[in-house]
């Protein structure tokens, strides 16, 4: 995890680093390890790579809510404009947003 105050938060290559280090350790001890991604996730397309490295790497497992979350606060509002878009055909205005 990051805090999301750096310059620089998380990212995939980052990201690929740390998750092989999470498998080398699963494969040695058998010990599961959470993962936490912060800062500079805020779109939905963005955590959708983000859930493709975790299956690719670490596999299903690592897909549930006590390996891995999102430690990205402005997601939830994305997420929220793209379901309405799905749904309606047009994207809401961020501030119908109860995280905006």
């Known amino acids: 995890t990051s805090t999301g105050k750096e310059s620089v938060n998380a990212t995939l290559p980052v ?3 740390m998750v092989r280090a999470i498998r ?3 494969e040695e ?4 390890i959470g993962f936490k991604p912060a800062g500079g996730i805020s779109t939905a397309k963005a ?3 983000w859930l493709v490295l975790m299956k690719e ?4 497992p690592w897909l549930e809510p006590e390996l891995f979350r999102f ?9 929220e ?5 799905h749904l309606t055909g047009h994207y809401s ?4 947003h109860a995280m905006a």
């Not at 001890?29 to 599961?32: I, Q, S």
């Not at 404009?81 to 878009?85: A, C, F, K, S, T």
């Not at 205005?93 to 119908?96: I, P």
């Open 15 to 17: 990201g690929l680093a």
């Open 24 to 26: 080398a350790y699963f």
């Open 29 to 32: 001890t058998g010990y599961l």
């Open 47 to 49: 955590s959708l790579d």
């Open 57 to 60: 790497e670490l596999g299903r």
């Open 71 to 79: 430690g990205a606060s402005s997601l939830l509002t994305d997420i």
């Open 81 to 85: 404009r793209q379901l309405e878009h």
């Open 93 to 96: 205005a961020n501030h119908r």
